[in-house]
């Protein structure tokens, strides 16, 4: 709170900001279907809508009925403001505790044979689930091959694959640079992901580490003294045209699989600039923006 205070709640803005985008492009519209494919699967469904039951209306579940309400509130709030399905999915573990006692006391009511089959099934269903969730989140088959389905249905597991190979073009294009634009060469990335991989595996080729206007890496500014020469990674032809002196593409962003992501389709190419068109202080003023 008090770097907050400090930092005029910068937080503030960037939430605003990142809803109004998730708002605009379609991304809060599944809020409900997402609760029963997303944030769960459709095989604990069932479980965590029992333990819902149990917290509000068995006997044995009101003296923890706060774990309902701290589920629906959130609910409410989240359905109404228009927030993204996987913010309801911290929720979901004390539904499944609640769930699992009121099956455990339905099932001892049952005579063993019942009582066996309906845990059978049951386990077995969490299992298919199980499974179907780790294919689908986790890369448990190498990138190229037909197993890997969740490249085909998980945007985020397309878009950790690259980053090395950047970095180590960016290196390259470096390299290639005279001596002079060399020692004052910056590193430009346009996004988080960009940055982050340039800090993370820059070091080992002698790389700077890398700026960028979103979120708190415009807090860290450009640096002192400032590029001279720019590496720029992340935006287009026509940004960098715009706003920076000499620009020319240098290399392209490609991974080694030909897998299409952020960074190969929309921003493939890497560009060498001189130093921005108005002085730097002016330029990274206007630079701020989220992401």
């Given amino acids: 709170m008090i770097w907050l205070a400090r930092h ?8 605003r900001h990142i809803h109004a985008r998730d708002v605009q492009l379609g991304r809060t519209a599944g809020f409900l279907r997402d609760q029963f ?6 095989f604990t469904v069932p479980l965590w809508l029992a333990g819902l039951i149990f917290l509000f209306h068995a006997p044995q579940g009101r003296p923890f009925q706060l774990l309902g309400w701290m589920f629906a509130i959130p609910f409410a709030l989240f359905f109404f403001a228009h927030g993204r399905g996987y913010y309801q999915a911290a ?12 099956r455990e006391r339905w099932i001892t ?4 044979g019942w009582a066996r089959l309906v845990r059978g099934a049951t386990f077995a269903a969490l299992a298919v689930g199980g499974v179907l969730a780790a294919a689908i989140l986790l890369p448990i088959a190498p990138i190229g091959s037909p197993r890997n389905v969740g490249l085909r249905f998980n945007g985020e597991l397309r878009e950790e694959i690259g980053w090395p190979e950047m ?3 960016i290196a390259r294009i470096r390299n290639s640079l005279p001596v002079p634009a060399r020692e004052g060469v910056g590193i430009l990335a346009g996004n988080y992901g960009e940055a982050g991989a340039i800090n993370l595996y820059g070091p080992a080729y002698g790389l700077p580490r890398a700026i960028s206007g979103i979120n708190t890496y415009w807090m860290r ?17 026509e940004f960098v045209e715009r706003n920076f002196e000499s620009c020319g593409v240098a290399g392209r962003n490609t991974n080694p699989y030909g897998i299409k ?27 701020k923006y989220y992401g």
């Fill in 8 to 15: 005029g709640f910068v937080s503030l803005d960037f939430l």
């Fill in 37 to 42: 494919v997303q944030s769960t699967n459709l």
């Fill in 91 to 102: 929720t979901y573990p004390s539904l499944f505790a609640a769930g699992a006692v009121w």
């Fill in 109 to 112: 009511s049952l005579s063993l």
């Fill in 167 to 169: 970095v180590e073009e």
């Fill in 221 to 237: 500014g450009y640096g002192n003294p400032s590029p001279t020469t720019l590496i720029v990674v992340g935006f287009s032809r």
């Fill in 261 to 287: 992501n952020e960074e190969s389709v929309y921003h493939p190419d890497i560009f060498v600039c001189g130093a921005p068109r108005e002085p730097w202080p002016e330029f990274w003023q206007k630079f």
